[in-house]
């Protein structure tokens, strides 16, 4: 899948907006909504042990936060180079594909700055380097 590059302002659109929120009924309460969310997190988590070690204190590869507001977005955090490989997305596009509902999982890695890449189903958008797009194994749309 080709990836966007974007500015630092559609960044901000990112970190400010929700992604997906969900639409509460009757039918639907917060109360499913998180548990959905959090079974979403849990899957999430356990592809990525795959490919390092969570761990919330820095000790480990990757954190994966673990609070929910009304959004389908799910932020990661990279802890360690052993990530930064051309399967950390491939793993993340698995799960949103296999997801009844849009989510976007927002990766952050602190490395001369801090990095973005947010990865949904149809689209990868980065506000990064491009050695570090590369290390992830993006390709720029042109």
Not at 94 to 107: F, G, H, K, N, P
Not at 129 to 138: K, N
Request: net charge negative.
């Amino acid at each position: 899948m080709k990836s966007q590059r974007i500015t630092e302002e559609e960044l901000d659109y990112i970190l400010d907006n929700s992604f997906n929120p969900p639409v509460i009924t009757d039918e639907f309460t917060e109360a499913m909504f998180f548990k959905e969310w959090h079974r979403t997190r849990d899957a999430l988590v356990e592809k990525l042990e795959t490919l390092g070690v969570f761990d919330a204190y820095g000790q480990g590869d990757f954190y994966v936060g673990d609070s929910a507001d009304l959004s389908r977005g799910i932020g990661v955090s990279i802890t360690s180079d052993k990530m930064l490989n051309d399967l950390l997305i491939p793993a993340v596009l698995r799960i949103l594909d296999s997801l009844a509902e849009d989510y976007e999982v927002l990766i952050e890695v602190e490395s001369d700055g801090l990095h973005y890449v947010a990865v949904a189903r149809d689209q990868i958008r980065a506000c990064c380097p491009d050695e570090f797009a590369s290390a992830l194994g993006m390709n720029w749309r042109v």
